[in-house]
């Protein structure tokens, strides 16, 4: 009887994971605000005991034109080509 090394990992992760899933369980008993979705900034939850605020809306992030993208690596490239030869300088001294 050959047993794949395979089938016993998938067999043992999915134990793991039921494990898991009543530790999960067990904390949203024991916290309920966890089970609420107690996610947030620490001062909300420092303000307000915990429950989420629905109204605050998320940050957009910033979105880099192409042209924006080829400025900063320009720039960079400049920056880093200036490290460089201040580091040689060093280095010859």
Sequence with gaps: MAIDINTLARLGAA???????????????????????????????????????SNRKRRKRFEMTAAQKKAVSVRMRKYWAGRRAQKAKAAAR
């Design 15 to 53: 134990a793991r994971v039921q494990q898991l899933l009543q530790e999960i369980a067990e904390l949203k008993k024991k916290f309920p605000s966890l089970a609420k979705g107690g996610g947030g900034s620490r001062a909300a939850k420092a303000t307000d005991g915990g429950a989420v605020n």
